[in-house]
């Protein structure tokens, strides 16, 4: 199994332990599409994104914004551990168990980002996208990753 489809085997999995009784949970993590900048992988990225009710629509539609995120290390923690175990339908698991998925999140993902720039995106999706999400974007200059934190109902 490559790296990226561990992570994403294991996201799936925490994913589904989040899911609840009126929503489901999508983590993932993707390789964004070549372009000459992160903006215009995240332009390609969000721009290419359909429903049954929505075409694509223009990346301009998307108001795509991105910061980067300082102490990248302790955000993304941060942001693990809430999507991982503090939403409402979490699983409860001990600290140590916690933890220990925490950790092994972490280092398969660096195995993949490596030491990559962190940024935080936001978006004004003008289509469905999720009821409640937290995405960043990895960028390692010739490669780029999205990872996608979220619910819909």
Request: proline content about 7%; hydrophobic content about 45%; aromatic content about 14%.
């Given at each position: 199994m490559s790296d990226l489809a561990s992570v994403n085997s294991l996201l799936a999995e925490i994913a589904e332990a989040n899911d609840g009784?009126?929503?489901s949970s999508d983590y993932?993590?993707?390789?964004l599409p070549p372009a000459e900048s992160m903006q215009l992988a995240l332009e390609a990225y969000f721009s290419a994104m359909s429903t049954s009710n929505s075409d694509p629509q223009p990346p301009e539609r998307w108001n795509i914004r991105t910061r980067e995120v300082?102490?990248?290390t302790r955000y993304l923690?941060?942001?693990?551990r809430r999507w991982f175990?503090?939403?409402e339908f979490s699983p409860k698991v001990d600290r140590v168990t916690a933890e220990r998925t925490i950790k092994e999140f972490m280092d398969r993902l660096v195995s993949i980002?490596?030491?990559s720039k962190v940024f935080e995106v936001k978006v004004h999706?003008?289509?469905?996208?999720?009821c409640?999400?937290?995405d960043f974007v990895f960028d390692g200059g010739n490669c780029r990753w999205f990872l996608h934190f979220g619910f819909s109902d």
């Open positions: 009784v009126n929503h993932s993590l993707n390789m300082t102490d990248a923690l941060a942001a693990t175990y503090d939403l980002v490596g030491t999706p003008p289509m469905w996208y999720e409640v999400w937290q």
